[in-house]
């Protein structure tokens, strides 16, 4: 198991138990590039300088910030390290909500909690089986990677898997106010009958989520070109967009769309019917020849 990103106790009131926190994500991209001189195809390389001293090593560089223009005070890492914080050790439960209560955009970074150890086993279980029977998210503040974090802890839901989620969260300060983008949205009466037609389409293709089912398909491209540059091929190249052509009926397209996924769907069952009919008609037609006796040699 790797190291845990985080460590340390949830408290819940007088109840306080021990957690380790795990990235819950992976970058699974394989194309890694590197930035080279278009005209040499060297490597370009960074170097860290100051104006007066040149190069400067890692062990010599700490943060700066500038209170005045172009005055900094210096900020060592153990300064940084000793402040004193609660959350750096401890999420303290300060409320909980509905699941269904939190909107996805506060979301950001997923996490795995696991007790830290079997003596922290019984209490992560019991307030585990709480928030998963009540349907309540917890929500506290943890303090890692230079900044303190909302962070909503709820259970899974499958009971195979009997550890918990923890979710970064965005403050609302963070997100910008939906109405400067929605409140210029011309408003129209909607019609019933497209409505209803919406609606049907919406049932024909809904079904249960399956994460599998989606890949990054731009990281196949991307592999397809780069493979293509390396054997000298020729590069696929991708089609341009449609040009926007003229607003179809809209009840026309919903009333085209429902009859498009009746006719997939029928598709989709008609080679069962299909085979078994010509299997039985197969039967009927096949008959099996008359023997015929060998013909005697003169």
Do not use: C
């Not at 306080?16 to 080279?36: M, P, Y």
């Amino acid at each position: 198991m790797p190291r845990p990103y985080w460590s340390g106790q949830i408290q819940i009131s007088l109840v306080s138990f021990g957690v380790k926190l795990f990235t819950a994500t992976e970058s699974k991209s394989e194309i890694r590039f590197h930035q080279l001189s278009r005209k040499t195809g060297e490597r370009i390389k960074h170097q860290k300088v100051s104006g007066d001293e040149g190069k400067v090593e890692s062990s010599d560089i700490v943060k700066g910030y500038e209170y005045r223009k172009g005055e900094y005070i210096m900020v060592e890492p153990e300064e940084i390290e000793q402040i004193r914080i609660p959350s750096k050790h401890t999420i303290e439960v300060t409320q909980f909500v509905d699941e269904g209560e939190l909107d996805p955009e506060f979301f950001e970074k997923p996490y795995f909690v696991v007790p830290e150890n079997d003596v922290q086993a019984e209490a992560f279980a019991v307030v585990r089986k709480a928030l998963q029977t009540t349907k309540k998210i917890a929500l506290g503040k943890i303090a890692f990677s230079g900044r303190e974090h909302l962070v909503a802890v709820s259970a899974a839901t499958d009971d195979k898997l009997p550890g918990m989620m923890a979710y970064t969260m965005r403050y609302a300060e963070e997100l910008r106010d939906p109405k400067e983008f929605f409140e210029d949205i011309k408003k129209v009466a909607v019609d019933e009958d497209q409505l209803s037609l919406a609606k049907e389409l919406i049932k024909r293709k809904a079904s249960k989520f399956d994460p599998e089912k989606f890949k990054d398909e731009y990281e196949a491209a991307l592999r397809e070109m780069v493979e293509a540059k390396v054997k000298h091929a020729p590069i696929p190249k991708d089609e341009p967009a449609p040009a926007s052509g003229k607003v179809i009926n809209l009840m026309d397209a919903l009333r085209k769309s429902v009859q498009g996924d009746e006719a997939a769907a029928g598709k989709k069952k008609a080679p069962a019917r299909a085979t078994a009919a010509e299997a039985q008609k197969g039967i009927e037609l096949v008959k099996p020849a008359k023997a015929t006796k060998p013909r005697k040699s003169a």
